[in-house]
């Protein structure tokens, strides 16, 4: 009778399962143990776009002082946002693929 509370061969405890997971091998949080580095590498990320932009106006400013365009600046402004895009698109897929 299957209904009397016995457990039959096809129980779960027969099945072999996962192995237990070890202490600290947690693989869905992928946060560092120290949180320095955890500061760093998110501080890092959110100062690339506004650094970026600052060095292209920079170097519009030059280019527009000897060039005397004036739109030379709004091109390095535009010029550094697409590179610091395009470094953070870099660094958060690194990440997904760790």
Known sequence: MLGNGRETRSSKRDSPGPPPALPGSN??????????IWLGKYLSLALTLPASVF?????????????????????GIMAGMIAGLIQILRELSREARK
């Open 27 to 36: 693989k869905s949080s992928q946060r560092p143990a120290n949180p320095l």
């Open 55 to 75: 060095a292209g106006y920079i170097l519009g400013a030059f280019a527009n002082h000897y060039l005397h365009k004036s739109w030379l600046i709004a091109i």
